[in-house]
């Protein structure tokens, strides 16, 4: 079957809620949920010749750990921290079922955002090189899946070098061990560095703004 012909009703969604009672139901019955308030659903385990590294991610926004599969998993979660459109984020939020070309099949988004505007963004951390059929299935059901619960989807792969720099030269001052009213104190209210646009491109905007997250939802 075509994953972009797939209803509503062909989709299934295995989540662990926060009773950590698992559960599996119809994707109509559960897009209201609120994921991002969800445990994994699935536990990250290292193995021996494994060919990523397993990382946690301090979350500045949320002020707690993300883990993350590999470090370009742990680098996407760290400019979505960045994004003043992104509240709320969980990792390996959920996992969808529908009818594939050889059954039925299941995938595990990487990570979950909550949007400031209530909606949500399912992301995948792929590099393109890496993508063979059957993930390039699972990522265009994801992303029907997506479409019919108002959800947006995106795949994401290698980062620009330079925002990346950027990026993890700025984060690290966000962490609860540095004090936050110093590292206030260095940005001056309304500059700007080079963070570029919002990771998720919902504002467009070519620049970050210090004032936008420097200090309001960094723990302190």
């Known amino acids: 079957m075509n994953v972009e012909e797939l209803k509503q009703g062909d989709f299934e969604v295995l989540c662990v809620d926060e009773g950590l009672v698992g559960c599996r139901v119809p994707l109509a019955l559960c897009w209201t949920e609120r994921f991002e308030r969800f445990p994994a659903v699935r536990k990250i385990r290292s193995y021996q010749g494994q060919g990523s590294v397993t990382r946690n991610y301090w979350w500045a926004t949320m ?24 509240t709320a984020l969980a990792a390996q939020p959920f996992r969808s079922f529908w009818p594939g070309r050889r059954g039925r099949r299941g995938h595990v988004p990487d990570l979950f955002a909550r949007l400031a505007d209530g909606g949500a963004v399912v992301v ?26 108002g959800w947006i989807f995106r795949r994401v792969g290698a980062i620009d070098p330079v925002l990346l720099a950027n990026g993890k030269g700025l984060a690290g001052y966000r962490h609860p061990r540095f004090p936050q009213r110093e590292v206030a104190a260095d940005l001056v209210p309304g500059q700007h560095v080079a963070i570029k646009e919002d990771h998720l491109g919902q504002t467009g905007s070519d620049e970050f703004c210090c004032s936008n997250r420097s200090t309001a939802k960094t723990p302190v």
Do not use: K
């Not at 002020?63 to 992104?86: I, K, N, T, W, Y």
């Not at 951390?125 to 029907?144: C, S």
């Open 124 to 149: 995948d951390v792929r590099p393109e090189a890496r993508i063979g059929p059957d993930d390039a299935e699972a990522f265009a059901a994801t992303a029907r899946a997506c479409e019919l619960a």
């Open 63 to 86: 002020g707690g750990q993300l883990s993350c599969e590999s470090h370009l998993e742990r680098h996407h979660a760290m400019l979505l921290d960045f994004d003043p459109s992104v």
